[in-house]
Each structure stands twice: as structure tokens, then as C-alpha cells.
């Protein structure tokens, strides 16, 4: 038997980009000689083993053919005499199609090495189209790779395109979708993965209420952008420069969910969009299974993005209010996160990149100030019980005034 490095290893390797997981090929053996070696069997469709030692994936060669709709569908073979252009013939793009052998020798049968330097994510053949993901996955790597300037080949655009115009995406399982989508959130650029999916007419099947904000336009002189989509990319890519969390980065990009609710009529206004998007961001989480610690960060941002940005116009009461909301007390972290949010979302306009926010250096003070007031002062001075809560809470409110009379 022979045994190739394959995949994100080889391409990641050749790229200079750290390498996560390695995944090798085995051609030319069985599974009774894998378990024979020590090999454990993983998964019942495709004979897949952990190395008895190093537990890394190895997988005999195989090809697949599709028979029916979604994933139940394949036909897979796995004998013996495939080889190894065989099954890197099934892969999805040409740059993961490398295999590199024990001599170090790359094997490269449909030129991935050219397509790596110059820059093309294309497929491999018309077997694409048989895995929806794949219009997923290479959004997401045109998203990891833009910084190097890699992009889809029109062929393979094409592809997607079309499968995005069946129903082949509707057999996508929540949990797929948002592996993918929470990987292309942790790339350098985001947007692109997302812009690319509106762009082919994915986006609507898997995230409609965000593909419904293009095209909805917002007044000139707070969005010299207009449309919403566009704004929400923009975002999206602030916020992947202020933070590497991908929390952080949903949070942004859902931020204006709400104003995809509002009726033409009353464009480019949006009053009330950010209440209106709690109920769009929890039940596309729910649809989508997305992790609760995203949801509930996506709402509050949604809820507050505003207040922000009429930061020293806001009373006292109402901050105190919103920290209360926020439950910045025990939750101080997640508070930044918001802060930063709403801040991508000031900077994420078309000019406004390098505008100054003051309210960022007002709302931090107002922060770090009234956590200082916690209830020990007032339990040594012998208060008990709701007196305590009222003295915290008067001192915040004059704590507050102090600072917002400091900044106007
Ligand atoms: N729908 C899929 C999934 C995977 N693959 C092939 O299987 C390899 C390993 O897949 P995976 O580990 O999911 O992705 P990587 O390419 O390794 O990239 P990353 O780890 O960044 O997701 C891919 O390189 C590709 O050759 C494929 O052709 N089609």
C-alpha cells in the first residue's frame, strides 16, 4: 500500500499557511489490512481509520458517484484497484487536489500547483456539482485566501451559480451550513464569503434574512452607501479588523437584520429596526443551530447598536438601563464586544472609515467608572437589603452625569 498527505495539508504547506489537520490517502489496501495494522475503523460509509498512534485520519482512495438527492445518495467504491488520480478526481477544487508522497514527491494530476500560484480556486471536474457544500466551502476559501488574492474561476462560478438555482442547497443539514459558515466568520475576510454567496444566489436559500438587505436603502447622510447588504459587508470587514472573535463578527453581521422588516414605504427610514431584529436573528438561530453564546450577543447588539452611536444624547438612566441589560456587572467582556459591534458598525460606511467616535472613550469611561460602585461602600456604612440597590444606583446615575458634563 502507499500512503499521500492530501488536502488542506498539502495546499496550506505549499501556501505557507500553518497547518491545522493532516488527512492521508491510503491506495491499494483494504480495510481488513488497515485493522490488521492497527488501524481503527471510524465511520460506517467510508472506510476511514485513526493511525494507531498519532489517531490521524487515513482513508482508502475511493470514488463516489451520486445516485439520488443530498447526502443519502452516493455510491462508493473503494476496492482496491482505484488510484490515486481516481480519487483526488472526486475532490472539489483543483489546490486541494495535491498529494504528496513518503518521498516527498508531489503527484498533481489536474494542476492544483499552477491554480495555487496563480491564484484560482477552480474545480476539478463536473463531479463538483455533486456536493451542494462545495459552493459554501469555496466561498469560504475565496474568504480565507482574498488576502492573497485568490479568486473563483468563472467556470467554477458558473457551477455554483447553477446549483444554487436548484434545490440541491435545501438538502444542506443546519449543522453543515453553519460549520461552514462559522469557519468563513474566523477567515481574514468574512464579507467575501457571504458577498460571494449573495452574489450567486445562495445566499437566499441558506440566510434569506440577510439576503433580503440588499436592496434596501438607508438615508444618504448617515449611509453614504445606501444599501443596507452593501453597509452590512462593510460591517462585517470593520469588524474583522477590531477583533478576531467570531462571535464579535455574527454579531456584526446581523446587526441590521431588522431592516430587512421594514415596509418600502417607509424607506430609507427604519425606525424601530432594532427591536424588529431580535425576533429575525433568534429564529434564523434557531433554524440554523447556531451556538446560543452567538445569538445572544447578535440580539443585544441588534438591540443597542443605536445607543452608541447617540451616546452623550442618552439620560443617565437610560445607560444604567442598558447596562443593566447587557448585564455588564457580571458579563464585562461581552460588553466590549458590544461596544466594538456597534462601533464596526459607525466605521462600516462608505467614508466614514476614519472618522472619530468619541462616544467609544465616553461610554468606556461611563463603564469602567460606575463598575467601581459595588455594594461593600454601602454594606460597611450599614445599609441593608433595597437600600443598598438604591445608593448603587444613585451613585451610578451621578456618576454618570459627572462624566457626560466632563465631554460636552
Ligand atoms: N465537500 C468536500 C469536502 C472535502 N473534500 C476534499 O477533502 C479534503 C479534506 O477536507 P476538509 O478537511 O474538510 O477541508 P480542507 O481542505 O482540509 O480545509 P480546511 O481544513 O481548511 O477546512 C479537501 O481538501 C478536499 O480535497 C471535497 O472534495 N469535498
Known amino acids: 500500500m502507499q500512503v499521500f498527505l492530501v488536502g488542506g495539508a498539502v495546499r496550506d504547506n505549499l501556501l505557507n499557511i500553518a497547518v491545522k489537520d493532516r488527512d492521508w490517502l491510503v491506495v491499494g489496501s483494504t480495510p481488513e489490512e488497515m485493522l490488521s495494522q492497527g488501524y481503527q475503523q471510524v465511520g460506517k460509509d467510508f472506510p476511514v481509520f485513526l493511525h494507531p498512534k498519532t489517531k490521524e485520519e487515513y482513508a482508502l482512495a475511493r470514488t463516489e458517484q451520486k445516485q439520488g438527492n443530498g447526502y443519502t445518495g452516493f455510491i462508493c467504491d473503494f476496492s482496491q484497484a482505484i488510484s490515486l488520480e481516481d480519487d483526488l478526481a472526486r475532490r472539489d477544487l483543483t489546490i486541494n487536489a495535491i498529494a504528496l508522497d513518503q518521498e516527498d514527491q508531489l503527484h498533481d494530476p489536474y494542476n492544483g500547483v499552477k491554480d495555487l500560484n496563480d491564484k484560482i480556486l477552480r474545480h476539478v471536474s463536473p463531479a463538483f456539482s455533486e456536493d451542494p457544500l462545495r459552493v459554501l466551502r469555496v466561498a469560504r476559501f475565496a474568504a480565507k485566501l482574498n488576502y492573497l488574492g485568490f479568486k473563483i474561476a468563472d467556470d467554477t462560478l458558473d457551477l455554483m451559480r447553477l446549483i444554487s438555482i436548484g434545490e440541491e442547497l435545501d438538502c444542506l443539514t443546519p449543522e453543515r451550513v453553519w460549520i461552514e459558515t462559522e469557519k468563513a466568520l474566523n477567515t481574514p475576510n468574512p464579507e467575501v464569503y457571504f458577498k460571494i454567496l ?211
Not at 439620560?315 to 442598558?322: G, H, I, N, S
Open 198 to 408: 449573495h452574489d450567486i444566489g445562495a445566499l437566499k436559500t441558506i440566510m434569506p434574512e440577510l439576503d433580503r438587505l440588499w436592496g434596501v436603502p438607508n438615508p444618504k447622510l448617515w449611509h453614504p452607501e445606501i444599501d443596507t447588504g452593501i453597509h452590512t459587508m462593510m460591517v462585517l470587514a470593520q469588524s474583522s479588523q477590531l477583533s478576531g472573535s467570531s462571535v464579535l463578527r455574527f454579531a456584526a453581521l446581523c446587526h441590521d437584520l431588522g431592516k430587512g422588516l421594514t415596509p418600502q414605504e417607509c424607506w430609507p427610514s427604519h425606525h424601530g429596526h432594532e427591536k424588529a431584529g431580535i425576533n429575525v436573528i433568534n429564529s434564523m438561530c434557531k433554524r440554523l443551530k447556531v451556538p446560543n453564546q452567538y445569538r445572544e450577543l447578535a440580539v443585544l447588539v441588534s438591540e443597542f447598536h443605536c445607543h452608541f452611536h447617540k451616546a452623550f444624547e442618552l439620560r443617565a438612566e437610560t445607560w444604567l438601563k442598558v447596562f443593566d441589560r447587557c448585564d455588564l456587572w457580571r458579563k464585562p467582556d461581552r460588553f466590549e464586544q458590544i461596544m466594538l459591534a456597534s462601533y464596526a458598525d459607525f466605521k462600516g460606511r462608505k467614508d466614514f472609515e476614519n472618522k472619530t467616535y468619541p462616544q467609544l472613550d465616553y461610554v468606556k469611561e461611563l463603564v469602567v467608572e460606575t463598575q467601581k460602585i459595588t455594594a461593600k461602600e454601602f454594606v460597611q456604612q450599614g445599609l441593608k437589603g433595597l437600600e443598598i440597590k438604591a445608593a448603587i444606583t444613585q451613585k451610578r446615575l451621578e456618576s454618570i452625569d459627572k462624566i457626560k458634563a466632563k465631554f460636552h
